[in-house]
């Protein structure tokens, strides 16, 4: 399974970008994927997620209603659409398969499992 991440770079606050996460060696159907962001010195923390067999969705609270995930199965490709980015957002981002994510309960947010592959990242920076 590899996983090549795309679309990252230099947006000022308020601006927008879509990432990319091109999957080839399993179908989208058959996995969860997640999108992944870490900064130097902080853990990685779960951004998004999608569920390959119903469409479900989570997100990171605070990136809910700015963020989007999305796929398309022909393209084997699954999409974050960032809206709003402010600078809090920017870090190193990466998507991964072979994973599962559930709801948290109570607290809008979501848990994960160990993901078994990962893109390489793909940077984002939000300054003016």
């Known amino acids: 399974v590899q996983l090549v991440e795309s679309g990252g770079g230099l947006v000022q606050p308020g601006g927008s970008l879509r990432l990319s996460c091109q999957v080839s060696?399993?179908?989208?159907?058959?996995?969860?994927v997640g999108w992944f962001r870490q900064v130097p010195g902080k853990l990685r923390e779960g951004v998004s997620c999608?569920?390959?067999?119903?469409?479900?969705?989570h997100y990171l609270p605070s990136v809910k209603g700015r963020f989007t995930v999305s796929r398309d199965n022909v393209k084997n490709t699954v999409y974050l659409e960032m809206k709003n980015l402010k600078p809090e957002d920017t870090a190193v981002y990466y998507c991964?398969?072979?994973?599962?994510?559930?709801?948290?309960?109570?607290?809008?947010?979501?848990?994960?499992?160990?993901?078994?592959?990962w893109g390489q990242g793909t940077q984002v920076t939000v300054s003016s």
């Open positions: 999608i569920n390959g067999k119903n469409l479900g969705t």
């Open positions: 991964a398969s072979e994973g599962e994510c559930f709801p948290a309960r109570g607290s809008g947010s979501f848990y994960y499992t160990d993901f078994n592959s």
């Open positions: 060696g399993i179908t989208l159907e058959d996995t969860f």
